[in-house]
C-alpha cells in the first residue's frame, strides 16, 4: 500500500515562494500519475497541478498558471509543487494524491491522498 506524506507548508507573505514535497513509501512513485489538489477554509477541494508517470505530460488550474511549477524525482519516490508571487487566496491545506489509471484533474477519481500541508499566505 502506498503512504504519501506532504511537507513544507507554512506561512509566508505574499509575493513568497514556497516548495512543496510529496513522498510515498510502500511502491514505487513512477507507477502512478499525481496530482496536487487544495481546500480553502469553507470551499471544496480544487484541482491545482497534475503529473503523469514520467513527468512528460502536466496540467494546471488557470489560478495558478504561470506561478506553479509541478515536477517529480521517481528516484527519489516525490513530487514537488514548487508555488512563486503567493497571494492570500492561495491559502489552503495542500493534498498530493496518486492515480494509477487515470490521468485526470478529478479529485474522487484518486483513490491515494497525503494527510495535507497547511499553506497560509499573509496579506
Known amino acids: 500500500q502506498v503512504q504519501l506524506v506532504e511537507s513544507g507548508g507554512r506561512l509566508v507573505q505574499t509575493g513568497g515562494s514556497l516548495r512543496l514535497s510529496c513522498v510515498a513509501s510502500g511502491r514505487t512513485l513512477r507507477s502512478f500519475n499525481m496530482g496536487w489538489f487544495r481546500r480553502a477554509p469553507g470551499k471544496e477541494r480544487e484541482f491545482v497541478a497534475l503529473i503523469n508517470k514520467d513527468g512528460g505530460s502536466i496540467r494546471y488550474a488557470e489560478s495558478v498558471k504561470g506561478r506553479f511549477t509541478i515536477s517529480r524525482d521517481n528516484g527519489q519516490n516525490t513530487v514537488y509543487l514548487q508555488m512563486t508571487n503567493l497571494n492570500p487566496e492561495d491559502s489552503a491545506v495542500y493534498y498530493c494524491?496518486?492515480?494509477?489509471?487515470?490521468?485526470?484533474?478529478?479529485?474522487?477519481?484518486?483513490?491515494?491522498w497525503g494527510q495535507g500541508t497547511q499553506v497560509t499566505v499573509s496579506s
Open positions: 494524491a496518486a492515480n494509477e489509471k487515470t490521468y485526470t484533474t478529478l479529485d474522487y477519481l484518486y483513490s491515494l
